[in-house]
């Protein structure tokens, strides 16, 4: 299916060009240093659909990405029986979202099918869940079975999301609940870093109404690493108040309380609390992130189409250019990696793993041993 043709922004479109002037021309080889990290990547939409990977790795050579973190969607948008076309994003109609398990599998499959050296660069998250559901740990383990010393981390968990999270079937999911406690601490015994989407607060308080909840995840699991998506922003968020003046000093203060909170500054972070409404850096975050040089990363946030992943990433240049050069490699680079076991995940019956792969005592595995998971 092609592409949409992509808005003429002038203006935008030639500051990204000055900005990549300024960089050398890089792309993402084993033998080069590539300039970006991407931090949070679906490999499918919320229909379950998205290009091969190799159109992914293309991608991430001709934008000079080395790695990407990548994840499934654990929601499906459900095509209602009275509507006549397929809609085309999970808002395009008042039909229910599911939680969608087989995302994993989905994924796992396509990574297999790669050369190591192709799989190498990319992180598989785990994300099949509902995190509603105390039964969300059993998940994790048998996904670990299944695919020994594949997965590096769990996310994007998809909890508090304004209208997502009104179509969603089911209890509104927290970050504090029950459920996602027994996700935080299978996270912890293996080393695994969390994704975590959480809204800051609803689209009508003008206060940081949900920041508690994150809080009690980062106080109760202080080894678990948690990677608060979008700095807990949205664009629905954005439509309905605008710049949120709390939102700096209140992840000052979260980030200042708990050594293990990282921002992931894709999607909605941008603009307009990164870059102003001339694009221009904006102090503020600036300082920030240069006062926790090794707690902020990036990426793009797309849904298994990639033919704008450059720009995507590109975007960010005003902002990085604004920190001190060797932050701005950590953000744009460095960052995810440190956070990634040195290792997959492996079950504890498996003898031996390499860094990425188990190795020993792993058993063949079978499209039918999937199949049977999910019956």
């Known amino acids: 299916m092609p592409y949409?043709?992509?808005?003429?922004?002038?203006?935008?479109?030639?500051?990204?060009?000055?900005?990549?002037l300024l960089l050398p021309?890089?792309?993402?080889?084993?033998?080069?240093?590539?300039?970006?990290?991407?931090?949070?990547?679906?490999?499918?939409?919320?229909?379950?659909?998205?290009?091969?990977?190799?159109?992914?790795?293309?991608?991430?050579?001709a934008a000079g990405v080395g790695n990407a973190m990548v994840s499934g969607m654990p929601l499906m948008k459900k095509w209602h029986e009275n509507e006549p076309k397929r809609p085309d994003t999970y808002a395009g109609d008042d039909a229910g979202v599911y939680w969608f398990s087989a995302t994993d599998a989905y994924l796992a499959e396509s990574l297999e099918a790669l050369a190591p050296a192709q799989r190498d660069r990319l992180h598989p998250f785990l994300s099949g869940f509902n995190p509603t559901d105390k039964n969300a740990d059993l998940h994790l383990q048998k996904m670990t079975e299944l695919y020994p010393g594949l997965w590096q981390g769990i996310g994007e968990v998809i909890t508090r999301h304004d209208d997502l999270t009104a179509l969603t079937e089911g209890e509104t999911p927290r970050a504090n609940s029950d459920a996602m406690f027994r996700v935080y601490r299978y996270a912890?015994?293996?080393?695994?870093?969390?994704?975590?989407?959480?809204?800051?607060?609803?689209?009508?308080?003008?206060?940081?109404?949900?920041?508690?909840?994150?809080?009690?995840?980062?106080?109760?699991?202080?080894?678990?690493?948690?990677?608060?998506a979008h700095a807990g922003t949205s664009k629905t968020l954005h439509r309905h108040q605008g710049t949120?003046?709390?939102?700096?000093?209140?992840?000052?203060?979260?980030?200042?309380?708990?050594?293990?909170?990282?921002?992931?500054?894709?999607?909605?972070v941008l603009r307009p609390y990164l870059l102003d409404s001339n694009d221009q850096p904006v102090s503020g975050w600036v300082a920030l992130v240069s006062r926790f040089p090794d707690r902020f990363m990036i990426g793009s946030d797309l849904?298994?189409?990639?033919?704008?992943?450059g720009e995507k990433l590109a975007e960010f240049e005003p902002f990085l250019q604004a920190l001190p050069k060797e932050v701005a490699h950590q953000v744009a680079r460095g960052n995810f990696l440190a956070l990634l076991p040195t290792r997959g995940v492996?079950?504890?019956?498996?003898?031996?793993?390499?860094?990425?792969?188990?190795?020993?005592?792993?058993?063949k595995r079978r499209l039918a041993d999937v199949a049977a998971y999910f019956r």
Not at 40 to 50: E, I, K, N, P
Not at 204 to 214: H, S
Not at 303 to 309: A, F, I, N, S, T
Request: proline content about 8%; overall charge neutral.
């Open 346 to 363: 492996c079950p504890q019956h498996v003898a031996r793993c390499s860094q990425a792969r188990c190795v020993q005592g792993t058993p």
């Open 4 to 20: 949409p043709p992509l808005p003429a922004v002038a203006t935008r479109a030639l500051r990204l060009i000055f900005g990549a």
């Open 303 to 309: 849904l298994g189409k990639y033919g704008r992943l």
């Open 244 to 268: 949120m003046a709390f939102l700096l000093p209140e992840i000052t203060r979260i980030l200042e309380t708990y050594p293990n909170l990282y921002i992931d500054l894709s999607w909605s």
């Open 188 to 228: 912890g015994h293996n080393g695994l870093p969390v994704l975590l989407h959480s809204n800051i607060t609803s689209k009508r308080e003008r206060n940081p109404l949900y920041a508690g909840e994150v809080e009690a995840a980062l106080a109760r699991f202080p080894d678990v690493n948690i990677i608060w």
């Open 25 to 61: 021309v890089i792309t993402a080889t084993a033998s080069e240093e590539a300039r970006y990290t991407d931090s949070h990547l679906h490999t499918v939409d919320f229909f379950q659909q998205g290009a091969p990977l190799e159109t992914l790795l293309s991608a991430m050579d």
